[in-house]
């Protein structure tokens, strides 16, 4: 500060006692709205970069440039990247999880090594432990007592044992650290609206948790139309739960061109027994060819009179 | 003659131009620009795109050797600016909005495309419609996912009854189109354009106008009417069916409204969801070219169409 005063001051055409000096007048690192005016000057971010980190993902958010930059990588990242890599996330995955959670490092390592404690008292495995927090990068940034209450909520909502908590959690960790009101508003869904009984949702729970993160006036359309439209009962709806999980249009797009061709039978008594799995599953062309007898020609007609 | 395109860059110069797409029929015009847009940019990006311009640093000291590099310049990176092609970056608009519950064929522009598709919509084209009803019960948005409010008998309604009334709409549609060619209609040029070859298309804004109403399809209650017009939109269709089945003593609703042509696009042009691709949008901007060539009318408010699209009518 007290050199770059004096230079305002200083006669210009006199010579400088050190001309070392010179190299110290850079250009002055201003305010911006973006990381990539500072990158090419911090060593930080050109590592993240390297490990493969979305930085302009990081900038969206509010707060997190400004915080990421006060970083040091030796003092501050380093241990907890070695955390990370010690509990299993691979190297490769490591960009994409740190632009998922860069508030990892405000975590104090004793807090993440209690969590992953906690986890194995609760008998994860390793390889468990490795795939919750790979797929779920916001999974450590919950306490202990927070986990223990979801798992808790899980365990008597759905009545499930120990065992089929973990089946859950592994499955699907993002559902354990998904918004609690949510999840409550699709279970209600699924018993009330849907008309599902508690056996039929906990077997969905362990067949597809997934249902519970999806959006559930789509959920609940597509149920309809299933149900209503297509006439397939409960049992064979939780027989088949992929089916809830496809999209609206492809299922009513395949079922309408079923129906034109006089195929859309869904009871295996019956014979041409299409079955409702079969009938999302694949491209285009292996379902005319296999379940539609017919060719992508003339399903691409039958699409343009919708 | 086919074309390979790697570079990303390319693309986005060919991604200029007036295409045609067949929207399905829950979707609103909001919806389907913004997988339109999301699709191409994603397409894009998967495209090899420009390199990182490397930036040149002079390292050292001034009292030893200043040396001039080229060093990698992370600020050009995708990972730090974000991905080459964003959406915010393709400008795409859309010739006639078309409601939610109308499928069909519908013109979009693409960049610089989008000055073509002002073009289209001052053509005044005649777009055919297919429009589906059903005898018998009125709902309050005239649509099939309305609230029933009235039903009615229909077993008098006979297919001559309806064309009889086709017939009485579609004559009230010719005589007032005299109206709307903005000209005196005592004058020597309404009388030639009337005794001309061809439709007369009205000079500027016009309410909905009707070409030709045809029956496709009898099914007691359901049924089936193709309609050429210009100026219309949804709830003209859906009122359109109202009033014909009030003419015929019954009420009616509409249940499907699906638009096959757009002018010279036809449902072949169009592409269907799962095309929506940048490399069959690219395909569709060439094929879409010499369509688009054709449609400005030559004289300014006297128009006449073409002879094969009043030929089709």
């Not at chain 1, 400088?16 to 305010?31: C, G, M």
């Not at chain 1, 999806?214 to 006439?231: C, I, Q, T, V």
């Not at chain 2, 269907?272 to 691709?277: E, I, M, Q, S, V």
Request: proline fraction near 4%; charged fraction near 25%; hydrophobic fraction near 40%.
């Amino acid at each position: 500060m007290n050199l770059l005063k004096e230079f305002e001051t200083r006669d210009v055409l006199a010579p400088l006692k050190d001309t070392h000096e010179i190299d110290l007048v850079s250009q002055e690192v201003r305010p911006t709205f973006n990381l990539a005016a500072y990158i090419n000057r911090s060593a930080t971010l050109q590592e993240m970069v390297r490990l493969g980190v979305d930085i302009s993902k990081w900038e969206k958010r509010k707060g997190i440039s400004s915080y990421i930059l006060k970083l040091d990588l030796e003092c501050d990242m380093k241990q907890h990247l070695m955390f990370l890599r010690d509990q299993g996330v691979k190297p490769e995955d490591l960009g994409r999880w740190l632009t998922i959670n860069p508030l990892i490092f405000r975590e104090k390592i004793e807090d993440l090594d209690a969590r992953i404690n906690y986890l194995k008292a609760v008998k994860f495995t390793s390889d468990e432990i490795a795939r919750l927090i790979s797929r779920n990068p916001h999974w450590l940034l919950f306490s202990t007592v927070r986990i223990d209450n979801r798992l808790g909520f899980f365990q008597r909502s759905c009545d499930l044992s120990r065992d089929e908590v973990r089946v859950v959690a592994v499955k699907e960790p993002r559902l354990i650290t998904h918004n609690l009101h949510h999840i409550k508003r699709t279970s209600i869904a699924v018993t009330e609206e849907m008309g599902f009984d508690k056996n039929e949702m906990k077997s969905l729970m362990l067949s597809t948790p997934k249902l519970w993160i999806a959006h559930g006036p789509s959920l609940l359309r597509k149920f309809d139309y299933l149900h209503n439209e297509m006439g397939l009962s409960h049992s064979v709806l939780v027989k088949f739960p992929k089916i809830l999980q496809s999209r609206e249009f492809r299922i009513k797009q395949r079922h309408q061109y079923l129906k034109t061709l006089g195929r859309a039978q869904y009871d295996p008594q019956k014979p041409n027994y299409v079955s409702p799995a079969s009938l999302v599953e694949g491209s285009d062309l292996k379902f005319c060819s296999d379940i539609a007898k017919s060719t992508v020609h003339d399903y691409n007609l039958f699409l343009k009179t919708l | 003659m086919l074309k390979i395109v790697r570079y990303a860059p390319e693309a986005w110069n060919m991604l200029q131009g007036v295409f045609c797409v067949y929207k399905p029929a829950d979707m609103t015009m909001n919806h389907l620009r913004k997988v339109l847009i999301g699709n191409l940019s994603r397409d894009l990006n998967l495209l090899k795109t420009r390199p990182a311009t490397p930036m040149v640093a002079i390292e050292g000291s001034v009292t030893e050797n200043l040396v001039v590099k080229v060093t990698e310049n992370y600020a050009d990176h995708p990972l730090v600016l974000g991905p080459r092609y964003q959406p915010k970056d393709i400008k795409l608009a859309w010739a006639h909005q078309l409601d939610k519950n109308i499928s069909g064929v519908c013109i979009l522009g693409v960049n610089s495309g989008t000055k073509g598709t002002h073009k289209v919509r001052e053509s005044q084209l005649i777009r055919s419609y297919i429009v589906s009803g059903q005898f018998g019960r009125t709902t309050d948005t005239l649509f099939n996912d309305g609230k029933v409010i009235g039903k009615s008998t229909y077993k008098h309604v006979t297919r001559g009854r309806l064309m009889r009334t086709l017939m009485t709409i579609q004559a009230g549609h010719q005589r007032s189109a005299l109206h709307f060619l903005g000209l005196d209609p005592q004058s020597q040029e309404a009388y030639e354009a009337l005794s001309a070859d061809g439709l007369v298309r009205p000079g500027e804004k016009s309410p909905p106008l009707i070409y030709a109403l045809k029956i496709v399809d009898f099914n007691l209650p359901d049924f089936t009417l193709e309609v050429s017009c210009i100026n219309e939109n949804a709830v003209y269709l859906q009122h359109l069916v109202h009033d014909l089945a009030l003419r015929l003593k019954t009420t009616a609703v509409c249940t499907q409204m699906r638009c096959i042509r757009y002018g010279p696009w036809t449902l072949q042009h169009s592409l269907l969801h799962k095309h929506w691709c940048l490399e069959h949008i690219l395909d569709n901007i060439t094929h879409s070219k010499p369509l688009f060539k054709d449609i400005m009318p030559k004289s300014a408010s006297l128009v006449m169409l073409k002879n094969e699209q009043s030929k089709e009518l």
